[in-house]
């Protein structure tokens, strides 16, 4: 029997689609004197939808990924083993759109610059592109700003090997981990994307459909669900299988931060909300008819259903984060600095939440803990990881500053 929209996604659906049908006309509210702030503010160099979106999808990653290890956690909500998805689903996925989101955001176009297009309507354009060096260079760049990223993986194989730390095997593989995953398939699209976001939906979706062909009727799913793991490939088979469908997640997240280039008025900005809006409820009914009808969903395989879920989910977050800052009832407020801290360390964050994960795991019997003890821990490490990110904040600029002293 074709799987049913839970309750939770009918109400997302029917949100978005009176959203994009009601923000049109919205679009037209008399300006007021706050309009120029509201579009500076829109316009920073660093968005702060996307700020705020970024920042909260990584505090419910750090927060999930102890939490689940407590009775207290709904098992509804862990890792689905093959098929299905959940809220812990979502974090592989969400992490790489969110980090693909930024891809294409640039600093508003200076006056008279004969190299920049207009974005008022959100086009396609794109900057004009400096003299290329080559696939040899781009590979050496790509190289040095990836390689501390498989420098972790590989440390996180040696130290839960060293330990025997709990893993699950069927996750990602063997030896494989989210590190080698983010690295490979960033360093991919560092090579690979291209300059207009409209060939890099194409890429994405022609990706897409040419991975489920191959999970559904090239036996790559067959040979991820039960192929013995005798060597290296075929030890880590979830990891390296699932790499074209996430590099697909990137791709689209890539495209779709078109939308956050720098805009002529709160009207486009508006304009463009509605354009999110109606792609997130497309993508929520596309993700729906896939699952039912071409092949489950699955984070494991990160198969065409999955992929869709992921981006439709991220996008209804987006979409609320960028109304919360364009709505004319509501003055500009500046990003929360705590938000704005965390957004500027997502990695060093993540990196820590999983030396702290797992320090509380060696150290106590979390599967045992009583709830009131299990809040108290959480509530102790979730305090730690955004004081830690704080004071790094802070000193780095202390340190900035510094330098921009001895520099005068």
């Not at 095997?169 to 989210?178: A, I, K, L, R």
Request: aromatic share 6%.
């Amino acid at each position: 029997m074709a799987p049913v929209l839970c309750t939770s996604e009918l109400l997302a659906l029917v949100l978005l689609l009176l959203l994009g049908v009601s923000l049109a006309p919205a679009a037209l509210v008399r300006r007021d004197q706050s309009s120029a702030a509201r579009l500076e503010h829109l316009n920073q160099p660093r968005t702060p939808a996307l700020t705020q979106l970024r920042a909260v999808v990584m505090l419910q990653t750090v927060f999930c990924i102890l939490a689940v290890d407590f009775p207290l956690f709904p098992r509804r909500l862990a890792k689905t083993h093959t098929w299905g998805h959940s809220l812990m689903d979502l974090g592989v996925g969400a992490v790489l759109m969110t980090g693909a989101l930024v891809g294409r955001r640039r600093p508003p176009p200076t006056p008279g610059d004969s190299n920049s297009h207009s974005s008022s309507h959100g086009g396609g354009a794109t900057t004009s592109p400096g003299p290329s060096r080559g696939l040899g260079h781009s590979l050496r760049r790509v190289g040095r700003r990836h390689a501390p990223l498989l420098a972790i993986g590989v440390a996180r194989i040696i130290v839960v090997k060293a330990s025997d730390y709990h893993e699950v095997v069927s996750e990602y593989g063997t030896h494989w981990n989210f590190f080698f995953t983010l690295a490979l398939v960033a360093a991919a699209a560092g090579v690979a994307t291209p300059r207009s976001a409209a060939t890099t939906a194409l890429c994405a979706s022609a990706l897409l459909l040419l991975h489920q062909a191959a999970l559904s009727w090239g036996g790559l799913a067959e040979w991820v669900e039960s192929a013995p793991r005798l060597g290296v490939l075929s030890a880590n088979k979830e990891g390296l299988a699932s790499l074209p469908g996430y590099l697909a997640i990137w791709w689209l997240g890539d495209a779709l931060g078109e939308t956050f280039r720098p805009r002529a008025s709160c009207g486009d900005w508006w304009r463009a909300l509605a354009r999110l809006a109606a792609a997130a409820a497309a993508l929520l009914v596309a993700a729906h008819l896939a699952d039912a009808h071409v092949q489950r969903a699955s984070r494991r395989l990160c198969n065409l259903a999955y992929a869709l879920w992921v981006v439709s989910q991220v996008l209804v977050a987006t979409c609320l984060c960028l109304a919360s800052d364009l709505a004319p009832r509501w003055p500009p407020q500046p990003t929360p600095p705590l938000l704005g801290a965390l957004n500027s360390h997502l990695l060093g964050l993540f990196l820590l939440a999983n030396v702290l994960t797992g320090a509380v795991n060696l150290a106590l019997p979390t599967m045992d803990a009583s709830a009131p003890f299990a809040l108290g821990v959480l509530g102790v490490y979730m305090a730690t990881l955004c004081a830690a990110v704080m004071q790094l904040e802070r000193a780095l600029n202390f340190l900035e500053r510094r330098v921009s002293h001895q520099k005068v």
